[in-house]
Each structure stands twice: as C-alpha cells, then as structure tokens.
C-alpha cells in the first residue's frame, strides 16, 4: 500500500515526549542515549495486574502534574497526551502554562490540525464504565462524565479542547503501527489543504485493564512483555513557517509504505516488500541508512521483523535506537517513540544533513509499515 509523497510537505520541526526516562524532552533524549532501563515494580495499591513490574512515567499523578481544573474525570491516556502537547506547544519542558492557554510556540495558531495514533482509546476507562453499568443500582446509573473518556478519540478531543485547537481533529486507531498511521494522515491534511500545519503523535497508557488484556491474548507459549507507557508528539508545518519563527526543521518524510500480514509468519515478507518499496521510491539504497529503528515488537512479528532487517542491511551498521528494550512495550505510542528517537539523535548533531533515517513497524493484527525521514 504505497502513500505519494508530494515535494516540499512539511517539515518536522519539533518534537516532545512523556516516557518512562521522564516527563521532559531532555529525559528521553539523555535515557536514550544512555540506555537506561526503567523497568520497575509495579504498586499493587495503584494497579492490579498478572505480572510485577512495567515501565511506568515517573511521578505522573495526573492532578499534581496539570492541575485539579479540568481534570476531576481525565483519564491517564488523556492526561499523558495533554501534557506532552503542552509541552511540545509551549517548547517548555517545565510546562509552566498549566492549562495549556499561556507561552504558546510562536508559529501554532487556533487553526492547527492534531492527528493523535491509539489503540483503543483508555481499555480502563471502557472497563470501568461497563462494570459500572452492571454494579450500580441499575444499569443505567452510572457517572455522566465517564462517557466520554470511553470513547476511542477522548484524548484527542480533549487535547484540542485543553490546547484551544480549532483545527482538523482526527484519531487514527493503528496499534503498534499507530504512529506511522497518524503521521501519514497528518500528511494527507496538509496536502489537501486541510491544514497547514500539524501536530503529530501516538499515545500509550499502562492500566490494570491493559494489562490484562495483553496477558490474556497473547499467542501461547510466548513470554509476556513489559508493558511500557508514554505520548510522543511532533509539530509539522511548512518550511516558510518554520523558518519564519526560528526553527529550521529537524526532518522531512521522504516516504511511507504499509502492507497487511495475514499470519505472524507472513510479517517478515510482507515487511521486505514493503521496504523495497519504500526505498525505491525514495531513490534510497540500505547501505545509505544512517539509522534504522525497528518496533522491537515481542513474539513472531519481531523476530520476522528483526530477520527482514537483518537481510537488508548486510554489512551495513547503521545507527539502531531501540527504546522499546529500555521503556517496554508501548504499543500504540511505539511507532512514535521510535520517530523520536531519530529526532531526538539527529537534534544532537549525529547526522549530516541529508542522512535517511529507517522506521519499522509490525503488528500482531497484521499492519506492517515502514517510514524513511531525511534529516534536514
């Protein structure tokens, strides 16, 4: 499944992040370079779930980090994604508009669009509401503000609610793929002229249900995985507009290709189709890869995806960023946590310009997808 990518789209000019290394771009950037690991025990007070420990945000209590306005019933999908635009939007790491109103990044009007990549939404948020149902008095008694949390575009909504963005608002449900699925459609926002500029990302959260949800569906025989949380967010937009506040761009998507796995055993073709692709039509050959970050998903579609790269590249040692081996699994937010990963490294001046940059990713439900930046 080819997407055009038409010449002079927009450029990615900033990014922020809220992960298991911190709740500020600098802690992403500084844990992925060091490799930190952050895998930890998990509060049988807070959460109960079938394995002990995960890769949780630091100290993320969603009142004490955004205030108590606005927040009695947010949910911690949502509330990682607002913190994260807040920080990409105000190119403040301390946040210190606390509701998103104050310091806004010159250059980002009322009118910018947000496509946000998720799964399902909050899985606890939909739980709880439908144990709710059933436990109350009748089923119909249940708490009015939950409703909205239960639904797959809450985050999204109320990010453009919290933010005051009037833009284009669109969730893409992808999973592991969600990222690269959102970036492609904030493309096709501006090149319908939908909206020039775009604010991009993917957000994960750990909870109880999620949790079990993983346990129970992944196939037998494989260990289960960490499970990882956090949002990851770029701001997209024209290269006059860019340049015009300050901000010379970091990169710009050069290509994306997607095809479908019918079976686990399957990723690992279908992926090397889609690369070859990809690569043909960004006029791109392996051995100019400066980095490539793969999904690192666990069980089949891992392996096949690891084996695919590993046939592409040969000799070659391109730059690997892997933060799924130091933040778990992070599902929907993975694809975007990778695309970071390539900016955050290319922020610090360790790739020449021009450099392509290789995002994979591969999916349990079958979505295999792949994205060539080049740095700017």
Not at 34 to 57: I, K, M, N, S
Not at 79 to 102: E, I, M, S
Request: aromatic share 6%; proline share 7%.
């Amino acid at each position: 499944m080819a997407f055009d990518i038409r010449t002079g789209g927009p450029l990615i000019s900033a990014w922020a992040a809220v992960s298991p290394w911190g709740r500020h771009g600098a802690d992403f950037a500084d844990g992925l370079v060091a490799g930190r690991r952050t895998e930890q025990p998990v509060d049988p007070a807070e959460w109960t779930v079938p394995q002990p420990t995960a890769c949780l945000v630091p100290d993320f209590r969603i009142k004490e980090v955004l205030g108590r306005k606005g927040t009695r019933s947010m949910d911690r999908a949502t509330g990682l994604a607002v913190t994260a635009l807040r920080q990409l939007l105000t190119d403040d790491d301390d946040g210190a508009a606390a509701d998103g109103t104050g310091g806004r990044l010159p250059g980002v009007g009322e009118d910018a669009g947000l496509a946000l990549g998720t799964s399902t939404g909050s899985a606890q948020s939909s739980m709880d509401l439908t144990r709710e149902s059933l436990t109350s008095s009748r089923p119909f008694f249940v708490d009015p503000a939950r409703v909205p949390n239960s639904v797959m575009n809450c985050a999204t909504g109320a990010s453009a609610i919290w933010h005051r963005l009037k833009g284009p608002n669109a969730t893409v449900a992808g999973g592991r793929a969600a990222g690269l699925l959102a970036l492609r459609y904030a493309l096709r926002l501006h090149r319908a002229g939908r909206a020039d500029t775009v604010l991009c990302g993917a957000v994960e959260e750990f909870s109880s249900a999620r949790a079990w949800l993983d346990w129970h569906s992944r196939p037998a025989g494989q260990p289960p995985a960490v499970l990882g949380e956090g949002a990851a967010f770029w701001l997209m937009e024209p290269a006059a507009t860019a340049a015009a506040h300050g901000r010379g761009g970091l990169a710009e998507v050069a290509g994306l290709e997607f095809g479908f796995a019918a079976e686990p055993d399957a990723a690992g073709p279908v992926l090397t189709e889609v690369l070859q692709r990809l690569l043909a039509t960004t006029g791109t050959t392996p051995d100019q890869l400066w980095a490539v970050a793969a999904s690192h998903a666990p069980g089949a579609e891992g392996e096949a995806e690891r084996a695919a790269l590993d046939a592409l590249l040969g000799d070659h040692t391109p730059v690997r960023p892997a933060p799924a081996e130091s933040i778990g699994d992070t599902c929907a937010a993975s694809a975007a946590f990778q695309i970071t990963a390539v900016l955050a490294l290319a922020e610090r001046g360790d790739a020449e310009p021009g450099s392509p940059a290789l995002i994979t990713s591969v999916d349990r439900d079958g979505v295999v997808g792949a994205a060539l930046l080049r740095i700017r």
